[in-house]
């Protein structure tokens, strides 16, 4: 495993419902990525499809592994890069159960995948409308290190954060789709979750306009002190790179010990305390 | 934005219900609003392939700001300024701010006077009564979006509107009249926001200061007729909208109860006038309820 990486933050305006642009303009971020010597290219929540595609979500969405996920691969074995973007889930099972999920492709191929734990109902958001939760962290050990992956509105539960942290996620990834007016909370709580894990956190927004939504963008590498080590443009498409090294995290691991002191009898009591609110 | 006030409130302990209905609480950052309202204007006219926006340009300060936020965004060439005044509302000083705005910000204008083709629909309608001024006014309303979307037809326009926030929450606007609009990229800002908005990109303080009026009959004026000026009307919506009880409104405003209940009572029962169709639901998948569509222009 590596110690030194370096990371391409993406930050796209995706096409609501158009698959094969969207996908065009993956192919060439992760080329552009290449040439700045990146190994891993992370892209927003649901940046195939876009987010905003309501009912249309249900022709959009595919399995994994299914056709988009095959020609990703092509492109992270071509370019020989790792890859993270967002896209809808058909669940192989059945017919109309969604996910919104996140996926981890590498020169190897699919390396996995991980579904929204906290779906947004409320306001303007309506996931749970049409995605299932899933119910699992996830935490894969690669070459770059062992990679956690979140989405979005996972960042307001430190404890999806947590559990990646405990899995032994070193780099914790976070995809968003995030309006304009939630950007302060973000900018807050990147920094929290970061600090909080010791750990680094890449989190990457969508741009563009979608149903007059504006996508915010300022995404941002996060080192596990809580600086933001490489920040994007606001309300634009955008791409920066950033090398972090793993070694960052023990000093900082030592000067906030915070899973050295976590309580496991305090997280009982939560449970406890959340089915009884 | 409202999580830009939130914050300070957040990190001094406090509860969100302590939320403080001053004057204040309606500030923006306006420069980076009106970058996101021009950017959803261009946005959204690329994006619809349309050659440019018509408006309804009645020299009043909403609809000077869309042209000018308009104009600042695609360029005022692509902008066409619909003057549509009447014998009956005929106003001097709005034609000339209506000029003053469109020379300014550089946009195209189209002067028509629209007298002979509402005494045509008058003397067209059998029950017509002349002294019923809302119901003549809503004519006039709705003539003028026959206008507007004659010449977006015509020329591959879109129509933007320029609706605010405190005359479509109290329902203060002619259904498919002045509303109707492809865009309305003010309408989530009140009255008095849109004042502080059209001050900052450049709109004549004449415009700004002069007394709002739909004029849709003489003497018109919107704070006479809404009973409330838009200083405290605004503030009494922002609490409602931000679900604060009307007795807490009432309070932290110093006034009655009473009326900050009046305004809830107008802006529910005008909901009918936000919204699309209401059918009744009979099959699979119906319009306007369960039928979720993305808007692709």
Redesign the interface.
Known sequence: MRKEIKIALAQINSK??DKTENIKKIKENVVKAKKHGADLVIFPELSLTGY?????IYELAETIPGPATRTIEAIAKKSNTYIIFGMPEISEKTQATLHNAAVLIGPEGLVGKYRKMYLPTHSVF?EK?YFRPGYQTAVFDTKLGKIGLTICYDIFFPEVFRLARLNGAQLIVCISASP??????FE?LTLARAIENTAFLAYVNLV?????L?FWGGSRLVGPNGKVLVQTRY?EEDFVTCDINYGDIKPMETFVPTLKDLRSELLEKLKNSAENL | ????KY?PILINNEDVSSLKLTPSILDLDWQDTS??IK??IS??VKQSGAKGVVLGLSGGIDSCTVAALSALAIGGEKVLGLMLPEEETYNKTDIKHAKLVAQKFSLKTNNIDITSTLKAFYASIPNFDPSDNLCKGNVKARTRMIYLYYYANKFNMIVCGSSDKSETMMGYFTKWGDVAADISPIMDLYKTQVRKLALHIGIPKVVIAKPSSPALWPGQLAEKELGIEYELLDLILYGLEHFMDTEDIGKQLGIEEKLVKSIKSKWLSAEHKRRMLLTMKLEY?TIGTD??????P
């Open positions: 609501p419902g905003v595609v309501r009912d249309q309506e409308r304009a007016i939630r950007r302060a909370f807050i563009g306009i979608e149903d007059g504006q309300d | 934005m409202f999580a830009l914050l970058t996101k950017r959803f946005n959204y998948r039928f979720r569509l993305p808007r692709n």
